[in-house]
């Protein structure tokens, strides 16, 4: 079993920048798929970006361009990085793994085995 842990959230004005990063308990990162996810109010959980075990990405058309997913196996940690944020962009981010293919990026929250508490983030306009 992998626990993760969130942090890196707040609040910052919109066109700011923010790095999340979601630590894991067991040094297996490696053998994992890990993608990003967020929840705002009233709202469904959306798929935010993904890295695969072998660093393939993939990005959600929203923040494409905008946010950066990064994952250093040695640290057992994944980050994204989120720049020029949008009042948009206001949720609560979680990260979650996948024990996956080398390639695969899964990007349904049912595919997801394991996640992250989240952390909470805030674009003020």
């Known amino acids: 079993q992998v626990q993760l842990v969130d942090s890196g959230g707040g609040l910052v004005q919109a066109g700011g920048s923010l790095r999340l990063s979601c630590a894991a308990s067991?040094?297996?990162?490696?053998?994992?798929?890990m993608g990003w996810f967020r929840q705002a109010p009233g709202k469904e959980s959306e798929f935010v970006a993904g890295?695969?075990?072998?660093?393939?990405?993939l990005y959600a058309d929203s923040v494409k361009g905008r946010f950066i997913i990064s994952r250093d196996n040695a640290k057992n940690t994944v980050y994204l990085q989120m720049n020029s944020l949008k009042t948009e962009d206001t949720a609560v981010y979680f990260c979650a793994a996948y024990a996956a293919g080398w390639n695969t990026i899964p990007t349904g929250v049912n595919e997801y085995d394991y996640w992250g508490q989240g952390t909470q983030v805030t674009v003020s306009s």
């Open positions: 890295i695969s075990r072998s660093g393939l990405t």
């Open positions: 067991r040094r297996t990162l490696s053998t994992y798929a």
